[in-house]
């Protein structure tokens, strides 16, 4: 039982440094974005929804024996979420890498609360259980909106370079 107790706090400090990445992304995008108003819109709401995740997690990371998160996880996070943030303002495609990456990165937050869903059952961890369950609900449904967005951004992409109108954001 102790290394699936040490297993699971070790994915939700994971688990918590990912969702602190995923707010420095979210906030560079949002920011940055000027002609995609549909995106931003959903981008923005998605934010404050991974907000409320990071503090759901953090709660739920107090309540561990050694609440100690991994500081270099968080920074390693926090870095790359910048660069991935400034990277995008360096190409003429930002909005459409932008949105293959975040795309990706949904996807990788939704494998890690399947995990975390499983381990937290095997551990009669209800509460977190439930957590990750709602989390995970708004993780699938903001991969769900990249998946139905993603052929028009790249339309309307398109259709903005090919015009010589600001298209890259």
């Known amino acids: 039982m102790a290394h699936m107790q040490d297993h699971y706090a070790n994915w939700l400090r994971d688990a918590h440094a990912m969702e602190e990445q995923a707010v420095t992304m979210l906030a560079a995008q949002a920011r940055r974005l000027e002609n995609y108003p ?55 495609d930002e909005v459409i890498k932008g949105a293959m990456a975040s795309y990706a990165f949904e996807h990788a937050e939704i494998a890690a609360y399947r995990v975390l869903i499983a381990a937290a059952d095997e551990l009669g961890e209800a509460e977190a259980k439930s957590v990750f369950e709602n989390i995970l609900q708004e993780e699938v449904a903001m ?20 015009r010589e109108l600001q298209a890259k954001r």
Not at 61 to 77: F, I, Y
Not at 143 to 160: E, K, V
């Open 38 to 92: 549909m995106l931003k819109d959903r981008i923005n709401l998605h934010l404050a929804e991974t907000q409320g995740h990071e503090k759901s997690l953090r709660h739920l990371l107090e309540k561990l024996p050694d609440a100690r998160s991994s500081v270099l996880n968080d920074v390693t996070g926090r870095v790359t979420a910048t660069l991935q943030g400034l990277s995008g303002a360096f190409t003429q």
């Open 143 to 162: 991969a769900s909106w990249l998946q139905d967005n993603l052929d028009d951004t790249t339309r309307l992409f398109l259709m903005r370079d090919e």
